[in-house]
């Protein structure tokens, strides 16, 4: 029987649509590391739990080629299975051999409030004395500043002259205005059609609509001179510091803090090509994520920091080498300091509506935004501090002691010698075309490709990367070997199917004869998927089940008013012999109540005909076919 055939798909629908609401809470891990395109826990939880009822074993070693985020690979360590787990890149798997590597976590309780302790002079650069009470900026928020390109008067980027709600609080009826003339803010309500400014009586509207244009223009205030953005900002970057969040250094952990107005002698100062942060003086490499930055003037990586950030950031590196605490809590520590490497407060971009700070890469992509937010790292209160991420990291560590963690982690690169795998979890770092487990090791293959040109992981993880070979000098990534389409490095989608082909193929050799290939994907270019089909095919594959599964939380960022996937097609396969044939029908399973379903459903059966070898027609005739039958009447997929 399929092991898709034996998950209920209506219930687990509903448990990763609650979960996917609140990650964080239910699989705490995911806070350890960025990654992009995480599985839901939950998918990958019924899939293992299904497989051992099909195979009537409690324990097999469960294999993931793209692991990412390793979703795979924290649910089958808390099962108890052995895992094998293989990534292009350094960072991510890095990342998860840190957190499946046993730890005693009263010790990192212990180490976390040491180092924070040492960090203590770094956070008081954030910090003034009025009187007998004590304060701290929790967060600087700055507007990009450039010379209009007719009169070189300067323009404050605002784009739209509503830059926040003046607080979290229910039912906020104030918000701060800014000027582009000036750069000053104003407190008016928030249903405001017009203010006049504070600082220069200059009277604005604001134009909501032009912040979501897709080629924004800026119009000078001084001469009225309209120019594209991307043209403004060209120049080296400038910016103005326009508000700042306040809190009482002695408040309480649950006391609001305020949002205001920068005042004179708020330390608010930054220093420009500062000493300190020499090791990032590294410049970022030409890329199509990484194209925007440097068009906007960020021709190095440190570009992206501040002074102060850059500095508790590197202090804190020097500081955790030099604790007396085992390597694995270490490491841990170690982890959560990289990762706010993601808080650049030239790069993060301040939620107008929600107040708060989302990280450089929260959108999947580099933050484009003319209004930035410099996090104080150290500040107990506030997205990505590193306060934050030791807890995260202390509650990740509980979580996984609470069922099963390996006995055993082994991170390596995927160069080494092929060896067999009988418990704990061995992580390899490098292309999956070639992998170090022995021939028919693997009992199942729980994977998911990355899906096309969606995403540039590369491009993205060079921030992490840059970081990490502060922390240990480590070859540079092979990006050449990423399974993407990329306009840049000359890559398209052949090379990509290639890739997938490569891996897809690797993965039966170590799969036994009896076992499964479970990957999930959803794209709606038709490429995408005829790429699929011949990588499952090229590499030996039949396939046997298809289910459909939610997948992404419809309120993210990335994905909210977009016409995005929030389900994934999941694909069940068995190895193909030379003397086997397929002629039994396809297992469907899961809803098919939605446009999405159906589109993922129908695209899904054509694959399976072509893969099988019964397809007397295209992939994209027996697609519509099958949409048809099924009453689609929106192609999602062309």
Known sequence: MPIVNRIAWRRLDRLVEVQQRNRETHSPVISLFRWWARRPHAVAGAILDAACEEFGRESFLVADPFSGGGTVAFEAARRGHTVYAQDLYPWPSMGLATALTRADSEKLVRACR?????????????????????????????????????????????????????????????AFFGCAACGGVSLRAVASRSFRC???????????????????????????????????????????????????????????????????????????????????????????????????????????????????????????????????????????????????????????????????????RYSRSTVVTETNLLSPIGRGTLPRRLQAAEKGLRWLQKTTMPVRTVLCSADAKRRHLRRGALIAIGSSGRQILKDGAAQLV????????DLQYGELARLFHAWLSVAAPLPPPTEEAEAVPNAVRGTNTERY???????????????????????????????????????????????????????????????????????????????????????????????SNTTQRRNLLAIGLALAETVNGRLGSGLKESFEEHLSRMGGTSRLIG
């Open 114 to 174: 040491e180092l924070l302790e040492k960090l203590e002079p770094y956070r008081a650069c954030y910090q003034w004395a009025d009187g007998a009470l004590k304060f701290e900026l929790t967060h600087v928020i700055r507007v990009r500043v450039a010379p209009c390109l007719n009169c070189r008067e300067p323009i404050y980027l605002f784009r739209d002259p509503f830059l926040s709600l003046a607080s979290r609080r229910k039912g906020e009826r104030r």
């Open 198 to 364: 504070d600082s220069c009586a200059r009277r604005s509207a604001p134009e909501r609509t032009k912040v979501y244009s897709p080629k924004p223009t800026v119009s000078c205030p001084h001469c009225k001179f309209e120019s594209d953005l991307a043209s403004s900002l060209c120049s080296a970057p400038a910016w103005k510091p326009v508000l700042v969040q306040v809190r009482e250094v002695e408040s309480s952990k649950n006391a609001s803090p305020t949002l205001r107005a920068v005042k004179v002698g708020d330390p608010i100062d930054d220093i420009a090509g500062s000493e300190g942060a020499a090791a990032l003086r590294v410049a970022i490499p030409a890329g199509v994520e990484t194209a925007h930055l440097l068009r906007d003037g960020f021709l190095q990586w440190g570009d992206l920091y501040t002074h102060r950030q850059s500095q508790t950031l590197l202090a804190a590196l020097r500081e955790v080498d030099g604790l007396a605490f085992p390597a694995a809590v270490k490491a841990r520590l170690r982890l959560a300091v990289l990762g706010a490497c993601e808080m650049a407060g030239y790069l993060c971009r301040w939620a107008r509506t929600h107040p708060k700070t989302f990280e450089a890469l929260a959108n999947h």
């Open 446 to 453: 729980v994977t998911d490709p990355p899906y096309h040109d």
């Open 497 to 591: 199917e290639q890739i997938v082909k490569d891996c897809l193929a690797e993965s039966k050799r170590t799969l036994a004869p009896d076992g499964r290939l479970v990957l999930t994907f959803h794209n709606n270019d038709l490429a995408a998927w005829t790429a699929l089909r011949n990588a499952l095919s090229g590499a030996g594959f039949f396939v046997v089940g298809l289910a459909t599964v939610s997948a992404e939380n419809a309120a993210d960022h990335s994905k909210r008013d977009k016409n995005s996937f929030l389900c994934d097609l999941v694909i069940e396969c068995v190895p193909r012999t030379e003397d086997s044939t397929r002629t039994t029908d396809v297992v469907v399973c899961g809803r």
